[in-house]
């Protein structure tokens, strides 16, 4: 997953670089992979590293250069940006200004690395994209590298605009499906840092370079994703029309959910076009890794997978939310008595675990059998009656009449085969196919 | 390298049932007598609360149940609860491996734990009669005060007064027998009023016997019906071997040796030696002995004397075909979960084809089974199927019925190698002889209002009942690989048998009582010849 082995031979390795922006979210990806590969890093900014070794100069987008020393380096890493609103930045001519005392801050031989952004252009309708096509320009006269990422994306939270759809679509109970669907090309803020540094420490030839998933995804697809694995929820998807949601884009900002969400940022991304990024990604002997990989938080993935898949089992059996204990008894005991692979459960049954009986191969009607589903069913259901809170589903502790009995069997063979007729109909799979 | 010899004048391997019941004769003519076994780890102490109890009100019920490693979770398949429950799982593992065991079309239950099988037994007990020792080279006479002595000392609860009595033999003394459930009751009381019904069909109902106690007995408790049977009995109310083992543990003249794994006997003159491996450094310990008692059980100890002779090949391994089903009282729907009910055999029954009595059965109550075992055979959803059997189990008895032995056809081979191969087997017609039982089982109680649950006939795999015997059969002409009257083995003086090894057959009966007692009857003839 991710780039093949950095050459770290003597002769190419260029070990100064300076960076600006290495409190953002890109930035920081970009200093961790710089110091990875042990270059000798400055950084230009506002806040210096915790690291003893990186040496900082303060400075500040607004106030210029004027403090600044030369920049003895062999390559600048720009990535600041101003990224607040549009009618609260910086004229963009000023932010332009910035870059070009910057680059003439750095000696002549000094490689100029910019991280511009899909949405660049000239006619781009955000300040952002005018911006950034700006500074390209004033880069390619220095004979520097532009780097355009897709959607840049992480496991982890922050400000970032994949990090505010984020906190968005866990406040929306839908997921937007807008028609036609725009297409998303991500790419992992660790790969693209990878691409960055390899590109200063290794002076790659000067140029554009469109790092991004070459076929992409659609937006809602993303959302879905990001839904799925990192929110751990289930969303019903929603169809808007694009030209509508244009057109709302002003109301977005009264309303009280979709108040955080940047209308100029939807914008941008309901006009992008997908960009051609194959070549560039095959110049750099760049291999992403899958969105789906990328996306889940690090660490115990497996742990938490197993988790939802015991709340929906467990509630399923139980006919309601299982307690949190039983379900963690639940991913421990497959964790234990398994390998501990998990389903890869659809969000949809831990949001409606009674449906988990769709999914079961038993029934009168022929049904699809999932072996592992069945087993793991089986487990939970030993599991769900060692416990207190399940005595009194799986014992009668009530006396109650012969034949109040007799109906509550019927009633429950009844709803057994309700299931069965809406399962032959569907057959749906207990698994999510991401 | 060190070898440690151990000198006694009795060495008995195995601490079961039959080991304990051979060491009490020596022991009382002053003969040395020491018991070896290899001696597995002790489980967890079992629940002391009712079931009910447990399962309304422990949180920590999943440690009983399923255990703390979820030990329960990689044995779904066993057929019966007992060999899942967790706290007696040191009880079994290690059996396969340790004795290189491979099935072919079989399941073996043994265990290396101080005890034996009594570690997870169903407490049935019953006397052999003249036509179930047919095939002995002994009479009936010749184990009746082996009886008395082994139930005097043991504690037995069982009627003498109902049609099945005669069938368990009469002459034992008995403590009154466990109260049966309501659902069971019922169905007993349904019997007494028209018993001509079944009695027509070839069946005998009647209270079974079992080695429980229903009053105190010395340390050991009167079962409450705390309904944890299975789980452990916390009361010492069903008997196990390690209560034999504590009572003797007090003697001068025994010893008990727990951590060595018999290997290789031989006989150096006339005197047998055990090689044994300590398995706490792998040691080699020798053991010799004027007389070796084999009593690790039908296969340990056929294993052991077979390769002593050299004679390898095969042998055959009886055992009680077995199936479960269950049955419904529909009279008892909506009835609850007693708070007190008694988790072993509630109610016995035997039927007669063609003149002879070839099949028992047991009926159980299924409060303290967990319904989970139903709900995963159930056809129907899982959820749906809580709820079914949530009503229905009140009214449900569980029934197990075990065939005689001659319709099971189990070879133990013996390769050169070391490996034991158990290929399980069966008389051609034993599907066809369920299905006749299962045919008149389901019509005599449907007579009395019981009927049989559709799909729960479950026939168990060869050897899954755990009645193990006849691989060193008795004999009254001993070939090679069988033994005499006393059990002593053709071709290894010295050395006998006094477990289920030597008996040539099983009936349909409980048969650890006749072993035992079989145990008592050779240590008393060969005490009596020893002191002599």
Redesign the interface.
Known sequence: MGLPPDDLSPKKVVSRLTITGASGFVGRAVLAEALRRKCEVTLLGRRPSPDPNVRFHHWDMEDGVARLPHLDCDALIHVAADMRREDQAMPGVEEVARARELFELCPSNALIIFVSSRASGTDAPTRYGRVKSQIERLVEARGGIVIRPGMVYSAQRGRDLHSRLRGLLAKLPVIPDFLPHPVVQPIHVDDLARAVVRCAAERLPAGIYRLGDPEGVTFTEYLRLIARLQLSVWRPRVPMPAALVRLALPLLRLLPLTGSVDPVSLKSLLSSTTMSAAADLAALQLQLRPLRDGLRPSGRWQLRELIMEGSALTS??L?RRAPTNLVK?YA??IM??TDGTPLGIRTFYVTFP?LV?LC?G???FGSRRDPQLE?R???A???V????FS????????????????A??F???L??LV??IAAMAKKPSIRDEY | MNIDTIETDIAIFGSGPAGVSAAYPFLETGLKVTIFDPGAAVGAPPPGDSY?SM?????A??RH??GP??E???K?DELSPKFRVPRLKHAFEGYLDRYRIECENAVVHGSLASGGLSNAWGAGVSCFDESDLAAFPIKSSDLALSYRRIAERVGLSGTSNDDLSSFFGSEVPLQASLPMDETISALFDAYRRAPDVAIGQGVRIGRPRNAVLSEPVGDRHGCKLCGQCVLGCARRSIYHSQFDLEALASRKNFAFVPGLFAETLAIEGETPVMTCTRLQDRRTVRVRARKILLACGAVGSAAIAKRALSAGGSSRLLSNPVAIFALCL????????PARFFGLSQLSFSLSRHGEEDLFGNLYGSHGL???DF??R???????????F?????SVVIGMIWLHSKYSQNMLHFPTDGRIVLAGGAAPNLAAQFEQARTIIARVFRRYGAWMIPKTFTIGPPASDSHYAGTLPMSSAPRTGECDRDGEVLGLPNVHVVDGAALPAIPAKPHTFTIMANADRIASRLAARLTA
């Not at chain 1, 005595?391 to 007799?406: D, E, K, L, P």
């Not at chain 2, 949530?390 to 009140?394: N, R, S």
């Open positions: 399923y059996l006919g008894r421990r005991a234990k008595v009674k009986r079961e038993r029934g009168f087993m069913l089986d487990i259901i030993l599991l009656e060692s416990s207190t005595a009194t589903q799986f014992m009668q502790t009530r006396r109650v009449h012969a034949f109040a009995a007799a509550a069997m009633m429950a063979l709803v057994d299931f069965q | 009910l399962r309304t009100s422990d949180p019920q999943w149940l399923i490693d979820f329960a979770l990689e779904l529909p009279a008892k729907l909506g009835h609850v979960v967990p319904i989970s709900v995963r159930s056809p129907f959803g899982r959820r749906s199927s809580i709820r079914l949530k009503a229905l189990m009140p």
